[in-house]
C-alpha cells in the first residue's frame, strides 16, 4: 500500500525544553500532513509539561491544529518510553515517529510525495557528523559490533531520527514482553523489509547526543534482547573449572616433588581468590538477567496518563462514527 494513500499515524514527542520551537516545528509538521496525506492523525506526547507549558500546547492544538491527539504524562520519562506511549494510543495503518527537533519535516514530505510502499520499516537518518560527538561514535562503533555478532545484523545509525512502520511490524512489536527495547530490534530481527534512507543537517552543539550514560543502556538493552551475555559468562565458568581442575593437579604435582612448600597456605589462597572471582562475576550477570525478568513478571506500566485532549476536528473519528461529548 502506498504511504500516501494509507491511513497515516504520527508520533512525536514535546518537552519541556524550547517548548516554543517544538509547537512551531509541530504546526508545520501539522499543515504537512494535512497537505500530502489522504487520512492521518498526529499523536503528540507531552513529556513532563506542566503548567504553562501544557497550557500553550493546549491552546495551539485547541485553535490552530485538526486530526491532532495529545498524550499528557504525569511525569518525564525516558524518551523511547514517551514513543511507546504514543504508539499505543496509535489506530494508523502505518506509524511514524518523528523526532521534532532533529528531523526536517521536508524529509517526510519527500516520502510522502514519492508514493513510497512501505511493507515493513524505513528509516530516515541524518548522515552529519554533528548528530553526536566524537566519544559517542566510537561507543557505538563497538557495541555495534558486539551486537551484530551476537544477532547477526545491526542497529539504526545514531542519527535516525525518523522510522516509518507497518501495522504488522508494530503489532510484533506490542506482543514482546519489552517492547521499548523491541522497537530497536524487532524489524531486523523477524526479517521485516527495510529501507533506508539518508538526509544531512547540521545539528545544534545543544542537542547533540552525548555519550554520559550510554554504556549502561547500551548494557541493559544487550541483555534484555540476548542470552549470549549468559552464555558466555557460563563458558567462562566452566573454563575456570577446568582450570582449576588443572591447578589441583599442579598443586598435587608441586607437592610430591618439593618439600619445601608450606603446605597447604599457596594452594589455598590462590584457589578461594580465583573462585570467588568466578562466582562474582556470575552473581553479576545473573542478577542483572533477574532484575530484566522481574520487570517483565509484574508487568508495571511503563507510564501514567494523566489527560488525552484532542483538537475539535478529527476526520477519523467521522469516518468511525464516534462523536465527542464533553462528559
Given amino acids: 500500500m502506498l504511504l500516501n494513500q494509507a491511513f497515516l499515524s504520527v508520533v512525536t514527542e514535546v518537552h519541556a525544553d524550547r517548548i516554543e520551537d517544538q509547537i512551531a516545528k509541530l504546526t508545520e509538521l501539522q499543515s504537512l500532513l494535512a497537505q500530502d496525506a489522504r487520512d492521518f492523525e498526529l499523536v503528540v506526547v507531552a513529556n513532563g509539561l506542566t503548567g504553562e507549558d501544557f497550557e500553550t500546547l493546549r491552546n495551539v492544538v485547541s485553535q490552530k491544529l485538526t486530526n491532532t491527539l495529545v498524550l499528557r504524562l504525569t511525569g518525564e520519562v525516558a524518551a523511547d518510553v514517551a514513543t511507546y506511549a504514543g504508539l499505543r494510543n496509535c489506530i494508523g495503518d502505518f506509524i511514524a515517529t518523528f523526532e521534532l527537533e532533529l528531523t526536517p519535516t521536508s524529509v517526510l514530505a519527500e516520502l510522502l510525495s514519492s508514493k513510497a510502499q512501505v511493507s515493513g520499516v524505513i528509516t530516515a537518518t541524518n548522515t552529519s557528523r554533528s548528530v553526536a560527538s566524537d566519544w559517542y561514535h566510537f561507543q557505538f562503533a563497538v557495541f555495534s559490533s558486539i551486537y551484530n555478532r551476537i544477532h547477526k545484523h545491526g542497529l539504526d545509525r545514531p542519527g535516525t531520527s525518523l522510522r516509518v512502520f507497518s501495522r504488522a511490524v508494530i503489532n510484533q512489536v506490542m506482543q514482546e514482553p519489552d517492547p521499548v527495547a523491541a522497537i530497536r530490534h524487532i524489524p531486523q530481527l523477524f526479517g521485516f523489509d527495510r529501507t533506508d534512507v539518508s538526509f544531512t543537517t547540521k545539528v545544534p552543539g545543544i542537542l547533540r547526543k552525548r555519550a554520559g550514560g550510554r554504556a549502561t543502556k547500551g548494557w541493559s538493552f544487550l541483555v534484555s534482547t540476548s542470552g549470549m551475555p549468559l552464555r558466555l559468562v557460563t563458558s567462562i565458568s566452566v573454563l575456570g573449572a577446568l582450570l582449576n581442575v588443572i591447578y ?80
Fill in 248 to 327: 589441583a593437579f599442579y598443586v598435587l604435582g608441586v607437592a610430591l616433588t618439593d618439600r619445601n612448600v608450606q603446605p597447604g597456605w599457596v594452594s589455598t589462597s590462590l584457589q578461594l581468590s580465583g573462585m570467588f572471582f568466578l562466582v562474582c562475576c556470575c552473581l553479576g550477570v545473573i542478577g542483572e538477567y533477574l532484575l530484566n525478568l522481574t520487570k517483565q513478571t509484574i508487568k508495571a506500566p511503563r507510564f501514567h496518563l494523566a489527560e488525552e485532549l484532542a483538537s475539535p476536528k478529527v476526520a477519523s473519528y467521522q469516518q468511525i462514527n464516534v462523536k465527542l461529548t464533553d462528559n
